[in-house]
């Protein structure tokens, strides 16, 4: 019993660590993308994505990367964008971004991982975009897509479907008066707990997953997995194997960072790692999610697109940085081996929970509750009206396109 016990409390303590050490990037990557989110309306996205041109594409990216990072919500969303008239392509390309250009992301990347791991993610996320393009526009026919907008349109259930038909963003006047506004505060408040409600399982699980996979799973496992020491064999069965690695993991957006380290300890190679952290959208439940959305045959479609263009990316930029002598040969996670003490990060996590009670007290009195409530709902048909307690809210929310 003993022996349980201490391996529990080395997996529970080595799981705490890793959340301690990104608390702040996470939340500074909360606030950032919440920013964001309440100045820029989801109908002028919409609007943006109505063509297969570059332009929309960038637009795509754009949007995507300064939304939330919930996996979930960026599905959801991308499904709203689509019945509204963004193209089938640019939906998908928004969920991409969504989930690998935010800026939460790229912070806890940076710490847990190092900057290699952040640049390679940033330059491989933007190499799916552009493969994502080029592929759907010769195989994503005319038919294919006539057939997932029909099955969008019949409004079939997934997660988060509240969270994207509302749009908080606050309208009219300069930028800088409407961003330190009241409403704005009170937008931001919503959506900055509303990300992180979203997200808060996904975290968890990662974290959890991550900590007993590093206490308990010996490293000669995962050499034999990754095929550790084989050369160029190891580079493309690690992009090959990480992505499918996700699918069955369950975690997605931020959460699979800590386990993306479990793996690149464990000597996964660098293309794979990156692979692995670009899965997010090929997990199972995900994957189900597409098919109520979009219909049996085009969710295939997208698992197949996804699965290619995340293991090319994996490769192109793994084989990038092996030219340039840039990949980490320090496997020793430093958060693996670092003790909770009172340094830089503790006094950043404490000003950013400081910072977050002043919101929680804003998000608290406008209203914050019933939100959350919202946010598994299905949005209103046919312009309903939802009625809140807060005049502030009731001022700022719209749901569907529709004032609330």
């Not at 312009?383 to 307690?389: K, T």
Request: charged letters at 10%; one cysteine or more; hydrophobic letters at 55%.
């Amino acid at each position: 019993m003993t022996f349980v016990l201490e391996h529990l409390g080395g997996a529970l303590r080595l799981s705490f660590a890793m959340f301690w050490q990104v608390l702040w990037p996470l939340s500074l990557g909360f606030l950032l993308s919440a920013i964001v989110e309440a100045v820029v309306p989801k109908e002028a996205i919409s609007r943006a994505l109505g063509k297969d041109s570059p332009r929309s594409v960038a637009m795509a990216t754009l949007f995507g990367a300064a939304s939330s990072s919930c996996s979930y919500a960026a599905v959801a969303l991308a499904r709203t964008l689509f019945r509204k008239g963004a193209t089938l392509a640019n939906a998908i390309i928004f969920e991409f971004a969504s989930t690998n250009l935010v800026f939460e992301l790229g912070l806890v990347l940076l710490i847990l991982l190092g900057w290699q791991f952040l640049t390679a993610e940033l330059l491989g996320g933007l190499l799916m975009v552009v493969l994502l393009a080029v592929i759907f526009r010769f195989t994503l026919s005319t038919r294919l897509a006539a057939s997932a907008k029909a099955q969008a349109d019949r409004g079939l259930l997934g997660r988060m479907e509240g969270h994207a038909g509302m749009d908080m963003s606050v309208s009219g006047g300069p930028f800088v008066r409407r961003l330190f506004s009241a409403r704005a505060l009170t937008a931001i408040s919503h959506y900055f707990f509303m990300n992180v409600y979203s997200l808060w399982t996904d975290l968890a699980l990662g974290f959890l997953i991550s900590g007993a996979l590093g206490a308990w799973v010996p490293d000669s496992f995962w050499s034999t997995l990754f095929l550790t020491g084989h050369g160029a064999g190891t580079e493309v069965w690690g992009a090959l194997i990480g992505p499918l690695v996700a699918v069955i993991s369950f975690v997605c957006s931020v959460g699979n960072v800590p386990l993306a380290a479990v793996l690149w300890r464990g000597g996964i190679s660098f293309g794979g790692a990156i692979a692995f952290i670009f899965a997010d959208l090929i997990i199972i439940p995900i994957l189900n999610i597409h098919r109520k959305y979009y219909g049996g045959r085009v969710a295939l479609h997208l698992f197949a697109v996804s699965y290619i263009v995340m293991v090319v990316s994996g490769l192109a930029v793994g084989g990038l940085f092996n030219l340039l002598g840039r990949i980490p040969t320090n496997r020793n996670i430093t958060v693996f081996e670092t003790a909770i003490s009172w340094n830089s990060d503790t006094f950043l996590n404490l000003a950013f929970l400081v910072l977050m009670a002043v919101l929680a007290v804003r998000f608290f009195s406008t209203g914050g509750v019933m939100m959350l409530r919202m946010m598994s709902m299905a949005p209103s048909e046919g312009g309903h009206e939802i009625a809140l307690p807060e005049a502030d809210i009731a001022d700022a929310h719209r749901h569907d396109g529709h004032h609330v």
